[in-house]
């Protein structure tokens, strides 16, 4: 068995995981049966580059970190939730919660959160232009076509590849 999973500290725990699950499936052999791929990216060079150099198996240290964080952000949250619960709904008897939360993830996921909210607020529409052309198909039909740039917010480009288009009459599909 190759296990192929992200090339990170998680990659290496989720195998464990799936060692776990798959282990007592697998015939006992007395030669190496799990192997481990390592790529940071799906184009063919790299999956063919990790296939040359697999490894004997995941890195048991690595894993290991993992479920060290998992714990610690864990009792970190549990603790400081309690702390942020008791502070902020005795400072502020009116606040509409019964339960303030923490979590090493709810910060950045809040930044995401509040910078998209804040791009919706502030959305200013700008007018712009696509190209669509339209061909004829030798059966009556017809079919639109995209245009690689999908948009332009400058008049004169749309009417610049629109007159590019309407010079040639016949395409040809390679």
Request: hydrophobic share 35%; net charge neutral; aromatic share 10%.
């Amino acid at each position: 068995m190759v296990l192929w999973l992200d090339n990170d500290k998680e990659g290496e725990n989720i195998c464990f995981e799936v060692l776990d699950i798959v282990e007592s499936y697998m015939r006992k052999e007395n030669h190496q049966q799990v192997y481990r791929a390592k790529f940071s990216s799906i184009v063919k060079q790299d999956i063919q580059e990790a296939f040359r150099n697999i490894h004997s198996g995941p890195n048991y240290n690595e894993s290991i970190s993992v479920d060290a964080r998992q714990i610690i952000d864990h009792k970190v949250g549990v603790s400081f939730s309690r702390f942020q619960t008791m502070y902020f709904t005795t400072k502020y008897p009116n606040l509409n919660t019964k339960l303030v939360t923490y979590g090493p993830c709810q910060t950045p996921t809040l930044g995401f959160c509040v910078k998209r909210e804040d791009e919706i607020k502030n959305f200013k529409p700008k007018l712009f232009y696509r190209v669509v052309p339209t061909i004829a198909l030798p059966n009556g039909g017809t079919s639109e076509l995209t245009w690689g740039a999908d948009r332009t917010f400058v008049q004169q480009e749309a009417h610049k590849v629109k007159a590019e288009i309407d010079k040639d009459r016949e395409v040809v599909v390679i």
